[in-house]
């Protein structure tokens, strides 16, 4: 939904990206951006001509506080750092939507090195234990020992164990008393330690098409990052037989080892890999280099919200293992636009195959859409199923 965020007397409405999302009462920003802002200028921490980095900013609520006369007056470059495609698109849509300038503002991904200089860091905490323990790593690695360093996040997400890690990475740290269920996070950065970054990681999938292993490697955002999940073991036990020089997409493709398979079986294949996590992706064409190099002209790799401007009736097969959340929501509006895009975008004949959680009642929504759905498989714990445009 549409929500208004006061920060300063100042008001801006934002949206959370995608725009058509089944449930609109989820709103862009939380108590933990209120806090943080709030803070820093309650504190004065932000003087003319500083380097901002803004770490996981979901939807753009602190980068687009900082798309001011007063930021500009002030000269100040921030750097807004994301794993994520849809929050990109976020906080330019809400940028544009809220008419600020924002000639002060880089947007960069997780992958690209953090600028020189940083004088204040802004960081919100990201959901994966991994995520975080790379981004303090990189920070650690990249700035000095005055830079200001502030987390924030919903008090109940911030365990023991958390504040452990950015201990451990960072330095001496201590937290807030809690303010609308929010508390932040503040780090004294110790040069005297370096770490080394555990990522990428690399784990052996065993391949019986080619009777030998695959080598997967994972970077720090990507699900299933030190052996084969239990659930796309599974998808990959009844994945379909492909015909030569069919179009496939691997949608939501994570690690890629879905549309790595596929190949590894038919590869005549033509495969498609979509994600909107930056990590994800690179992983995905990593691993097809490594393993299938003979093969890796036959690969596109998609950055995208689903598959967003994709040429409609123009694939054969589509395998997908939707999310079934965004951030710390737990919502179906993904799975219901993977579905939708994919309708659209398979030629007709073509197959949908999809894995979920049981309850998840997938099959509701592939009848809604297709007007068929069809059971492949399920155990206790998931269904693998199938539906024909």
Request: hydrophobic letters at 40%.
């Amino acid at each position: 939904m549409l929500s208004p965020f006061f920060i300063d007397e100042k008001q801006l409405t934002l949206a959370r990206f995608p725009l058509a999302q089944v449930n609109r009462s989820l709103q862009a920003w939380d108590s933990a951006d209120e806090y943080l802002l709030n803070h820093i200028k309650d504190q004065q921490l932000i003087a003319n001509n500083n380097r901002v980095a803004i770490f996981n900013d979901a939807f753009g609520a602190l980068t687009t506080h900082f798309c001011s006369e007063e930021a500009l007056q002030k000269k100040l470059n921030v750097y807004c750092i994301n794993d994520s495609y849809i929050s990109k698109q976020g906080i330019t849509y809400n940028i544009e939507q809220n008419q600020v300038n924002d000639e002060n503002i880089t947007q960069l991904n997780c992958l690209e090195p953090l600028p020189a200089n940083i004088d204040v860091i802004l960081f919100k905490i990201p959901k994966t234990k991994s995520l975080l323990i790379e981004q303090l790593i990189q920070i650690k690695n990249s700035v000095g020992e005055n830079t200001i360093f502030i987390a924030a996040d919903r008090a109940k997400e911030i365990h023991s164990s958390t504040l452990k890690l950015f201990e451990k990475y960072l330095g001496t740290t201590k937290t807030s008393l809690a303010v609308k269920k929010a508390r932040l996070v503040f780090c004294q950065l110790d040069q005297q330690q370096k770490h080394t970054s555990p990522f990428p990681t690399v784990w052996s999938l065993p391949n019986k098409a080619l009777n030998r292993d695959f080598y997967v490697s994972n970077h720090a955002n990507v699900y299933s990052r030190e052996k084969l999940d239990i659930g796309a073991r599974y998808f990959i036990e009844n994945l379909p037989n492909v015909n030569a020089n069919s179009q496939v997409i691997d949608l939501g493709c994570g690690n890629g080892v879905i549309g790595l398979t596929i190949l590894s079986r038919q590869p005549t294949a033509q495969i498609q890999f979509f994600d909107e996590s930056h990590m994800a992706l690179s992983s995905a064409e990593i691993n097809i280099k490594n393993n299938l190099p003979d093969l890796a002209e036959q690969c596109q790799f998609h950055l995208n919200d689903c598959l967003t401007n994709v040429e409609s009736n123009s694939v054969d097969l589509i395998l997908c293992n939707p999310p079934f959340h965004q951030h710390t929501a737990t919502t179906d509006h993904i799975a219901w636009q993977m579905f939708k895009d994919s309708h659209r975008v398979l030629k007709k004949g073509g197959e949908l195959r999809i894995i979920g959680n049981r309850q998840l009642a997938y099959h509701i929504k592939l009848k809604r859409l297709f007007g068929n759905e069809k059971l492949i498989a399920s155990n206790d714990k998931f269904v693998t199923q199938a539906a024909i445009k």
